[in-house]
């Protein structure tokens, strides 16, 4: 009876194991590293539960899951976490990647094969957008400022449509001379061109605005001269931006924040996703928005009022109406990226990006004793008396497009090649509201209030054609071709907005006319001019043997305006055993003078030192009549020579380091003159004075092929990972710098300019170059990680900057500021995470300006410069969000 009574319930309990058993699969697999290595002790947990083991001395390892699909999560500390999708119960290879940054593989600056950062023969940043997001700024240009310490861009209050772009740059040699890349595709440059004085003044840079962050996977930093591989503008450096792919979660983030001034409110949401698109392929999509307020940190003026009307206005408004800071700005966002194999060996890609916002900054507030016109005519309010001035406001629109598509394709056995078409455009439109025409207001008696005063457009189409190949397992080649086509739009204003009297009582008294604030593009300064430009250029590389590389490249340019230029390049790199690297290059490389600087006329409102307001300034093409008069040569190319030199080592698993250093000398460096007008002496005409006579020009700027600049500098990357605090906490350090000076070598007057005693670049214009951005920058990071908390703890130094005075003035140097950010991260759930940000902890401004310094701070209505720049001028400022997968 007990036996039968055992059977049974073994029996029983048998069925009811069945179905569980059933279910239960056991996977086995084995985890590696890159080189296939077997890796003990890694932690291999089932997604969202308890269920894990650990790989035994082999890397070996067997999971039972109760249901599949699964995903599972593989970590250990050195290691960078993999998270992959188990559907079935096949053998399981995981190979992992070591958490250490010089043996990320990157793709920038070869054109043969990707290598590690320890295998570059050039130094080159990997940055995961994860850890730039971690900053708690709103946009690219912002985050990579606090991330990468070469790399500069801060806000330019009171600078027209340039308030809405925030001139970038790498080692401060100005917006030109940074390329940027999307995919590897050149990316088109903006239409505006920045003429007010601010750093990168008289450049033209791209909009890194238009590249939503929830787009991008990485940033990669190519920190050496490349125009050799990639043609102009690549004198500073090269910047890649790798746009997301076949990501394995939708991802929904917003944002919002706020200044300690209770002022600058920003609200951001972003989706990111991706879909199997066909057999094989897939398509990312992002769809972004970002909205902000204006921030003011308008000084107290130091207007002594005349009348009583005057000085019961100062008295109510101690700022004089001024509003200084970042402007008001709606981004909208949306990008694709996708591929699709077509059969074994070949792909289809493509890529587009569509960014519009519209955005709100303010000129001068014309205060009533400025527009004493204005107010005797009673057209603003029935009685002068109570006449309050008026505050123009730029309302610009801004489109940005970049769209390519291409096929990378095998040609013969070993040898593959890469066609594709890259097309990009930038428009800017600007309006000016509340303002007048006081001319037009003399003869009619009243006047328009807002003014279109027309835009710029620049796009480009280049076309691709590049092969590389292996011929054998130490020599790499690649060829390439490129045609390019550019064009510029400059597009007619309102009539109202150039309008001027023909009336001589009023032209008489010295009141301007034009749109106040921004005068409107004349039907003569409008236009469309292209060029095209054609590249050969190819690239070789021979590992003599595993210690030993060299490599070489040439490119070929012929630009139909600025004539011809061949670059080249050579560099090496010499292995330290397996864990460190001794590099070094020296490069030839050129920048075109852009459409832009080759035909831009304008007249425009600047801030001149000594007046008390802005007045009206005239730009001419370089092929202007009177400017070729002068004696100024058509623009061509700026030519560069780059030498580098560097060390990288690994000293263990966490531990990196490396130190490069590097000059670079451009000569006929692109200038913006000065003003060029009367000389001091009214009883004689110079000669100078005579030609701009003869053309009808009072006074005149433009582009000329002028200076030749020096820039020498260092920087220095430290990084230790993987502290263990805890049972699951890492702490991540980091510790980057960047030193660097440029110096003028010389300025090259043309003879006219120079023996009437012209100085066509005076030492304010020359301060923009050599002290406007930090000498120095150093970044230090904590990064503390666990199962919920990441914990970023920043300290960014920006050095010391020089106002550059006028010769009645004198300098000031503004001492150098540290910026401590904090942002903390909490994991919900695996799917949820809450952050939340205070940048700038100790709310640290730049140094006030001195009145000493004589320059355009307009009777302290700019608090702090407008010359120069360090961290800007935001203050402390907070923001929280939400980040959700699924």
Known sequence: MKQQYLLKLCTIAFMFMLPLGLMAQTVKGKVTDSSGEGLPYMNIVEKGTKNGVVSNDNGEFSITFKNLPATLVVSSMGFKTKEVKVTDSSFLTVSVKEDNTLDEIVVTGNRIKPRTILDSPVPIDNIDVADLVKSGKPTLDRMLTFKVPSFNSQNQAISDATAHYDPADLRGLGPSRTLVLVNGKRKNQSAQVYLNRTPGKGEVGVDLKSIPTAAIERVEILRDGASAIYGSDAIAGVMNIILKKDVEYSTFTSSAGITSEHDGFNFSSDFNTAFNFGDGGFVNITLGYYKQATTNRAGIASDVGGTPRDIAWLAANPRAGMTVGQPAMEKKDFFVNMEHPI???????????????????????????????????????????????????FETKIDDHINAAGIKFPIADGWNADASVTFGSNDVDVTVNNSVNRQYLADHGTSPRSFNTGGY??????????????????????????????????????????????????????????????????PEEAGKWSRNNFALYSQLEYDINEKLLLGAAGRYENYTDAGTNFSWKVNGRYKLGEKGAIRGSYSTGFRAPTLHQSHITLSQYIIIAGSAEPLLQGT??????????????????????????????????????????????????????????????????????????????????????????????????????????????????????NFNKTTIDAINTPSILSTSGYNIFDRQEQGLITNSRPRSKMILGLNYINDKWDIAFNNTRFGEVTITAPASGIDQTLSAKISTDLGLGYKLTDMITFNANINNIFDVYPDITLVSTGTSQAGSRFKYSSEVQQLGQLGTNFSVGINVQF
């Open 620 to 737: 001419l093409a370089n092929d202007n009549p009177a400017v070729q008069a002068l004696g100024v040569p058509s623009l061509t190319h700026e030519i560069s020579k780059n030498l580098s030199a560097g060390l990288t080592y690994k000293f263990d698993r966490n531990f990196s380091a490396s130190i490069d250093f590097y000059q670079i000398k451009v000569d006929d460096r692109v200038l913006f003159s000065s003003q060029i007008g009367a000389d001091s002496d009214p009883s004689t005409t110079n000669p100078v004075e005579q030609i701009l006579k003869n053309n009808n020009v009072t006074a005149v700027q433009f582009f000329i092929n002028a200076g030749d600049t020096k820039t020498t500098g260092a920087d220095v990357v430290l990084n230790y990972r993987n502290i263990e605090i805890g049972e699951t906490g890492r702490l991540h350090t980091s510790f980057a710098a």
């Open 457 to 522: 457009r620049f796009t480009n189409v280049v076309y691709n054609f590049d092969v590389s190949t292996q011929l054998s397992e130490q020599v790499g080649l690649a060829l390439g071709t490129e045609f390019k086509q550019e064009t510029f739009r400059a597009f007619e204003g309102d009539p109202t907005s150039y309008y001027l009297s023909s009336d001589p009582a009023v032209i008489a008294s010295g009141i301007p006319g034009n749109s106040d604030s921004f005068a409107g593009i004349k």
């Open 343 to 393: 059969g074994e060996e070949s792909t289809l890609y493509s890529f587009h990006g569509l960014t519009t916002r519209n955005g709100q900054s303010f000129a001068y507030y014309r205060a009533p004793y400025w527009r004493n016109d204005v107010g005797n005519s009673n057209f603003l309010v029935g009685d002068s008396n109570n006449f309050a001035g008026y505050q123009p406001t």
